[in-house]
């Protein structure tokens, strides 16, 4: 296996695996730390951590395919997750979401040109209190209506690159929060 942490990835494991009582508990923050240090979750990365945490290929392969927050495939430098469930779509969602694709010139799924953004349609974010919602790596952005788009977009391009982590310091306004893990639909 080529793949391996950086010395720095490591002590982040063992300092994760100090706070859980047990590898299964961490497989989730450790799984988020390998993304940000890989860019996505491939094979190679999924057995690393398998390894790392001595627990079950299929485990770890199940835990990265369940939560929406994890990658499989390479992703632009920032992804930007649009909700269009039930509450986002009554307030415009999708509004939003055609005036994204429309902007980046990508539909959701995709990829820009440059590398910059990935833009998914996502399921619910738990913001629906204040939808339509989106998140740029650890950032939520709230009432996102189609006229913010710009706005946020230039907001995102300022956010860490390859930082699809929802979790640590939240960062600036527009209802800035860490974000629970997503469960793919
Ligand atoms: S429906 Fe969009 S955040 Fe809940």
Do not use: W
């Not at 952005?141 to 939240?170: I, M, Q, W, Y």
Request: aromatic share 6%; glycine share 8%.
């Amino acid at each position: 296996m080529a793949t391996a942490f950086s010395p720095q990835a490591e002590q982040k494991i063992q300092d994760i695996c100090r706070r859980y009582p047990n590898t299964q508990a961490a497989c989730l923050p450790v799984l988020h730390l390998a993304q940000d240090e890989f860019g996505f979750l491939s094979d190679d990365v999924l057995d690393l951590v398998a390894t790392r945490l001595s627990l079950p290929k299929s485990h770890v392969f199940g835990v990265a395919t369940f939560y929406t927050m994890y990658h499989r495939q390479p992703v632009g430098k920032r992804v930007l997750m649009m909700c269009t469930n039930v509450s986002c779509m009554l307030r415009g969602g999708y509004e939003t979401l055609h005036k994204l694709e429309q902007t980046l010139g990508v539909k959701a799924g995709g990829t820009t040109a440059d590398g910059e953004f990935t833009l998914i349609e996502e399921e619910c974010l738990a913001a629906c209190a204040d939808a339509p919602a989106m998140i740029c790596g650890r950032r939520y952005f709230l009432n996102l209506t189609p006229d913010k788009v710009d706005e946020a977009l230039a907001e995102c391009r300022k956010l860490p690159a390859h930082s699809h982590s929802p979790h640590g310091a939240p960062h600036g306004a527009a209802g800035a929060t860490s974000a629970p893990a997503q469960k793919k639909h």
